[in-house]
Structure formats: C-alpha cells, structure tokens
T-cell receptor, first 111, second 113 residues
Framework: QKEVEQNSGPLSVPEGAIASLNCTYSDRGSQSFFWYRQYSGKSPELIMFIYSNGDKEDGRFTAQLNKASQYVSLLIRDSQPSDSATYLCAVIVDSNYQLIWGAGTKLIIKP | NAGVTQTPKFQVLKTGQSMTLQCAQDMNHNSMYWYRQDPGMGLRLIYYSASEGTTDKGEVPNGYNVSRLNKREFSLRLESAAPSQTSVYFC????????????FGEGSWLTVV
C-alpha cells in the first residue's frame, strides 16, 4: 500500500512566525511532490511542486525534499491569517503519473 | 476563463436513486479526474481519463461509472446511491497525467439518506 502521511493538526502558529508542515511517503520510487492549499469549503489549489532533493523557494513558501529520509516539508515564512487552511501533500508514485494524496494538515495562524 | 465547472453543487439523494455529476473544462486538457474527499481521508481517485476515449479505474471505483463524452466533458454516474457515497466530489483536469498541475472544480456536496 503506497501511502502519504501527514499530521492532521491543527497546527497553531502565531502571525509572523514560520509555519512548518511535514509529509512522509512510503514509495522510494516517488519522483514528484506537490503541496496544495485548501480553504474550508473550497477546492485544492497548487502552491508549489518539487522534484529534486533540497530546497525550492517561491515567495514566502519553501518546499524541502529529502528522498533518503522520504519526507517533504513546506515552510511558510511571515505567516499571515490568510494562510489558515488545510495543506495537502501529494506524491506521484507510479508510471501512470497518478497522485497519491495525504489527508492534509490543518494550519491556523493566530493574529 | 471558467476552468473546471461541475454541477450540481449540492444534491441530496435517497438510497437507491441514481444521478450523474457533470464536469466540463475549457483549458484543452487531455486528462480528467473524479475524486472524492471524506474527512480525515484525503482525496481518493475514483476514475480518471488520460485522454479522450479512454477511462480507467482509480482507487475507489466501486459503485460508480464514468463517461468521457468528448475532450471537454467527463461525467460521473452513481447508479444506485448508498449512504457510504455521501462525500464531496471534485472533478479535475490536467495537461497530461498527474505530473502537471491539476486544476479542480469547485466541488459537489452529495448526501445520500
């Protein structure tokens, strides 16, 4: 069973601090990793993706990938109340390029 | 630009009734998907269509059927609804396969009583 695991939270972070979200995956063959944000009652939207080991930065967001340890993380700097949402990790695990999704981590940014 | 449009947004069904969820995308994407999302379980793939004329089962296909009517439209049918099919359903599309950004519709909230 190929799995993607996330802590369901909620993760509570003060406004202006760094929020750190983690995701682990079971398939060592996984090649592509995605972070989506989902506001309550809305559909998921892509924040960023990462393919290579190391860090990838996009504005206030940084994705970190460690294939040896099979985890991918998302850092949100200068957290804002508008960042309060559920963050979904998704991983491509097979040749059909279908995504396996984590259950998501609920993030709450406290003003 | 409408993106991915799915209807209806809300529906209440009685056990045993049938219904079809409609989905259309205007981004000229080849691949389309139907997911369901349940609390604490994340998104689970029901069916997908890698290209016009093809459909394949996903992780949880039982109780559902799909039709890729043309490149734009991908419908999901519940032949005999069961309470276990109460969920939020998302249609999505992407250029080719899951390796490209997947764009989601707004979701359809289905309750089976």
């Amino acid at each position: 069973q190929k799995e993607v695991e996330q802590n369901s939270g909620p993760l509570s972070v003060p406004e202006g601090a760094i929020a750190s979200l983690n995701c682990t995956y079971s398939d060592r063959g996984s090649q592509s990793f995605f972070w989506y944000r989902q506001y309550s009652g809305k559909s998921p939207e892509l924040i960023m993706f990462i393919y290579s080991n190391g860090d990838k930065e996009d504005g206030r967001f940084t994705a970190q990938l460690n294939k040896a340890s099979q985890y991918v993380s998302l850092l949100i700097r200068d957290s804002q109340p508008s960042d309060s949402a559920t963050y979904l990790c998704a991983v491509i695990v097979d040749s059909n390029y279908q995504l396996i999704w984590g259950a998501g981590t609920k993030l709450i940014i406290k003003p | 630009n409408a993106g991915v449009t799915q209807t209806p947004k809300f529906q209440v069904l009685k056990t045993g009734q049938s219904m079809t969820l409609q989905c259309a995308q205007d981004m000229n994407h080849n691949s389309m998907y139907w997911y369901r999302q349940d609390p604490g379980m994340g998104l689970r793939l029901i069916y997908y269509s890698a290209s016009e004329g093809t459909t394949d089962k996903g992780e949880v296909p039982n109780g559902y059927n799909v039709s890729r009517l043309n490149k734009r439209e991908f419908s999901l049918r519940l032949e005999s609804a069961a309470p276990s099919q109460t969920s939020v359903y998302f249609c999505a599309s992407s250029e080719v396969g899951g390796g490209n950004t997947i764009y989601f519709g707004e979701g359809s909230w289905l309750t089976v009583v």
